[in-house]
């Protein structure tokens, strides 16, 4: 059964979503509805929180070995339908990593790449790359050097640099993998704000090791153990009746998956 929070409908629902690596399973019948604003996913390390994120936009596809079963209805269409048009899923779920990943390329053909691959008339290229900049606290800092290497860029820049590449193609879902842990303190602090802003519009997932960054991010979360949900729920009431099983860890082996 569906149910409403604050009066708003799920944007995700998974239903029994199983993952398996070769033949290991790595997720084991998770059922859960994601809603509108943040959702933190926490849990220790090993625990399947980077497996789940990826299934939510099919990432796991293009891994070797790996197999995935159950549903993930994005509003009412289940995303891992027969006949489903991926790209249009990774389109309207964006995928965050870890890392900072600009391509080898300007900051302005980074935030241009998604578009172009859709289709977008070119006329209406310099309107997308300044929105994108802009949404993602950038524009002011790069607006005089667009044409520069992304490469250029600091740590935290090359991070917002990623999601305003994300946020280009106007997705409505944003997965983003421990997007603060490789920033210095006032990087992350500006990552979380944008996070914080950008979650007023669209549904944003954010895998997180930090409890503390759970906490100021508040919305709801969701605890892994051992590759299933142990529970959700609004952030500050999960954390206060799990302390022992909160992430303590950076690093996630289902990530290698």
Known sequence: ??????????????????????????LGSVSV???????VILGPSGSGKTTFLRALNRMHDAVVGMFVYGKVFLDNRDIYAPGT???????????VFQKP????????????YGPRRHGTPRRHLDEI????LEQAGLWEEVKNRLRAPA????????QRLCIARALAVRPEVLLMDEPTSALDPL?????????????????VVVVTHDIEQARRLDGRALLFQGGRLLASGPTRRLLSSHRDHHATSRHDPARAT
């Open 33 to 39: 509805d994601i809603y509108p604003g943040i959702t």
């Open 187 to 203: 990087a992350a602090a500006r990552v979380e704000g944008l996070i914080a802003r950008l979650a007023r519009d669209l549904t």
């Open 151 to 158: 490469h250029r860029l600091s740590g935290g820049q090359q």
């Open 1 to 26: 059964m569906t149910v409403q929070v604050d009066g708003r409908r799920p944007k995700i629902r998974v239903r029994h979503l199983e993952v398996f690596y070769r033949r290991e399973r790595i």
């Open 129 to 132: 790359v300044r929105w994108s």
């Open 101 to 112: 990943n600009p391509f080898p390329l300007s900051i302005y053909d980074n935030v241009a």
């Open 85 to 95: 048009n991926v790209p249009e899923i990774r389109r309207r779920v964006g995928l």
